[in-house]
Nanobody, 124 residues
């Protein structure tokens, strides 16, 4: 069973910050993890990814320099620190994983398992 539980979403003003958290099952500590997002009626978008040991990360161009992905395998947690938020960041954010340790690619279908999502709303 793949357990991914997101939290930390909410309402914030433009320019503000939020930190999303994702609790994952202990068996997933050897897996790469990612954050993806989806607006209503639109395709899933890649946001950021991190390898199993946290040594490498990747980001979508739209969030580079504003968002930071990190993980703490001792707590079975992955995080997404979001700064300088923009109204365009208003979507549901999902934590995701696959069976790979070092994959940090940006193709959403390559991330097999997703959590239930957490809503982020940025007001202008």
């Amino acid at each position: 069973q793949v357990k991914l539980v997101e939290s930390g979403g909410g309402l914030v003003q433009a320019g503000g910050s939020l930190r999303l958290s994702c609790a994952f099952g202990r068996a997933l500590s050897s897996n790469s993890m990612a954050w993806l997002r989806q607006a209503p009626g639109k395709d899933n978008d890649f946001v950021a990814a991190i390898t199993s040991n946290g040594a490498a990360t990747s980001y979508a161009d739209s969030v580079k320099g504003r968002f930071t992905i990190s993980r703490d395998n001792t707590k079975n947690m992955v995080y997404l620190q979001m700064n300088s938020l923009e109204p365009e960041d208003t979507v549901v954010y999902y934590c995701a994983t696959n069976q790979l340790q070092h994959y940090i690619g940006s193709n959403p279908p390559d991330w097999n398992w997703w959590g239930q999502g957490t809503q982020v709303t940025v007001s202008s």
